[in-house]
Structure formats: structure tokens, C-alpha cells
């Protein structure tokens, strides 16, 4: 990060920051498709996901969440026969997305180091085709990157009709690690809360529903995930010293996530803090999240092209 970077997002405006009850409220469809359990067919659903969605302005907690929650979920062998279910209902409802090409989805995953990002990614998209699903990574900003406002560079990834879009990391970071590491003054980050809403409600206003996962680990899951990968040798890539350095901001990462996730999470764009220490659990409850929503987003095959029924292929 750099002044640059501090320059680009002080706005002219002396208006306080807005907490997350007070953004601009989505149309009515966006806030239907943002609560999917409303609309599927069949309430309360199991797993229980909307437990997890974090209703705006109403004083979150991260701690009020237990990582270890399955529900009445007991190992990985209850959650095969469901997770199948819901992988087969995202595959056959992104084809439908990718050939009516009118709307979009948008998913952030985000997670302290060894959250499963990128093993909820394998285990919720398993089967589905690559060309309706992108996953962008995000790390340090480039110098062109710099020299625009904070959000330009997510702005450019977002999903294009048709397709579902996966931030690995996203412009959250954008409030968590310049805030921990003190890379710009509090002003200036507290403000993109504002911004970030504003910039949410504006993509879903042009048919990209949004949907974000905080994958919720303890911190002595993190350590029994980071001894696992100093054990095998094969896991030695995934390992770096940077992780234990990062590790030691955990209550400082935590405080960040709570005020980003509390402020951020808006009726049309909605947070979910998922318990994640067990991974089929957190694979279950995001598939079947992501199930719901894309059945609420109601995708529709166009129609044929008139005529098809007297068309004859020439030898």
C-alpha cells in the first residue's frame, strides 16, 4: 500500500460513516434472492443456513458463532448423500445461468490463513463447467492498481452475464489488512465501509447477486491445520513463515471482521459467518446456500427458435 493509495479514496464529503442498517435498500427482487430460503421449496431448510446470515445493524459477534457447530450433522459420511444433491442442483442451475445470460452471481470467500477458501472451492464446484465459473485471487495491488480508487480492480473481475464469480479473498482485504497492519489512517478505511456498500447495491442493481462467506476457524483449528502442514512433506509448498507472523494479529483480525462483516452485511447483499472447523459441515452449508440462491435467482433456458420442428440436417 502506499499514499497513493490513501490519496485515491478521500472523498470531498464530511457525512459520518453509515453503518450497514442505514444503506440504500436493494429493489425487492435483489432482497428476495438475498433471503432464498423464502422462496425454496422447502422451509426451514437442512441444513439450517440462514442461522448464519448475519441480519444488518444488529451488533455482531464473532464469538457468538462456535466454530464447531454441525447441527445434527455427525461426520462426513451424513453430509455425502446432501452435499451430492446440492452440487447436482448448482450444476444443472448454472447451465440454466449460463445459457439465459441476464444475470449473474457473485461469491466472496473470506477467512484467516488455513480457512479452506480453496478446499470449499473444490468441494462446492466439484462438476461444474469451468466456462460459466471464473475464481480470481487477489493479492498485493499492482503499481496501475495504485493509481485508481481501491474498488477499481474488483469492479473489473466482477461475473459478466451468464456466469458465477468467485473472489478468493476479496476487496474486503481492503478493510481487514490495511486496518490490522496500520497501512493507512483510520479515516480512510473506516470510510470504505460506506463505499463498499453503496458499490454492492450498484452490483446488484444490474442483475449480479451477491453472496459472502466468512469461513469462522478457531485459532487452535489454525494451529492444528498449520502443524498438519509442517508434518507431511508434500503439504511443505502451502507452508510459510508469514502464516505464524500473520498469526499473531489473530484478535486484531478478529475485531477487523467483526466491523466489516457488522457493517457490511445489507439485506440485498448478504453475509454469512459459517462454522468452518469442520470442513464437510461448511462445505454443505455453502452449497446448499449457493443451491437456494441461484433456485431464487430463477434462471430460465431462452426459448428455441421458432420453427426448429421442420428443420431438416442435410447429409
Not at 61 to 88: M, N
Request: net charge negative.
Amino acid at each position: 500500500m502506499s499514499k497513493r493509495r490513501v490519496a485515491a479514496d478521500v472523498a470531498p464529503t464530511t457525512d459520518p460513516v453509515r453503518s450497514a442498517a442505514a444503506a440504500p435498500d436493494a429493489t425487492p427482487h435483489a432482497a428476495a434472492v438475498a433471503a432464498p430460503e423464502t422462496v425454496a421449496a422447502d422451509p426451514p431448510p437442512d441444513p439450517n443456513y440462514p442461522r448464519y446470515r448475519i441480519a444488518p445493524g444488529t451488533g455482531f459477534r464473532i464469538a457468538d458463532v462456535d466454530p464447531d457447530e454441525s447441527e445434527h450433522y455427525r461426520g462426513k459420511k451424513d453430509v455425502k448423500a446432501d452435499l451430492d444433491i446440492q452440487r447436482e442442483r448448482i450444476r444443472d442451475l448454472q447451465s440454466r445461468l449460463y445459457a439465459e445470460r441476464k444475470q449473474s452471481l457473485l461469491i466472496v470467500l473470506q477467512a484467516m490463513d488455513t480457512g479452506g477458501k480453496d478446499g470449499t472451492i473444490r468441494g462446492v464446484f466439484e462438476g461444474v463447467n469451468p466456462q460459466g465459473c471464473q475464481v480470481w485471487s487477489f493479492k498485493a495491488p499492482s503499481a496501475e492498481e495504485l493509481e485508481h480508487d481501491f474498488l477499481w480492480r474488483y469492479h473489473e473481475k466482477t461475473p459478466p452475464r451468464g456466469m458465477i464469480t468467485i473472489f478468493n479473498r476479496s476487496h474486503y482485504e481492503e478493510v481487514l489488512i490495511v486496518r490490522v497492519k496500520e497501512l493507512m489512517p483510520e479515516p480512510v478505511w473506516r470510510r470504505r465501509y460506506e463505499m463498499i456498500n453503496e458499490w454492492e447495491h450498484m452490483l446488484t442493481l444490474n442483475q449480479t447477486t451477491v453472496v459472502k462467506f466468512y469461513l469462522h476457524i478457531s485459532r487452535a483449528e489454525q494451529k492444528a491445520r498449520l502443524q498438519s502442514r509442517l508434518d507431511d512433506p508434500s503439504k511443505h509448498w502451502k507452508f510459510s513463515s508469514g502464516d505464524l507472523k500473520e498469526r499473531a494479529y489473530w484478535d486484531d483480525y478478529m475485531a477487523a471482521f467483526e466491523d466489516a462483516i457488522g457493517n457490511c452485511a445489507t439485506d440485498h447483499a448478504p453475509w454469512y459467518v459459517v462454522p468452518a472447523n469442520k470442513k464437510w459441515y461448511r462445505n454443505l452449508v455453502i452449497a446448499r446456500t449457493i443451491a437456494d440462491t441461484l433456485e431464487a435467482m430463477a434462471p430460465r433456458v431462452p426459448d428455441a427458435e421458432p420453427g426448429l420442428e421442420k428443420v431438416v440436417i442435410p447429409d
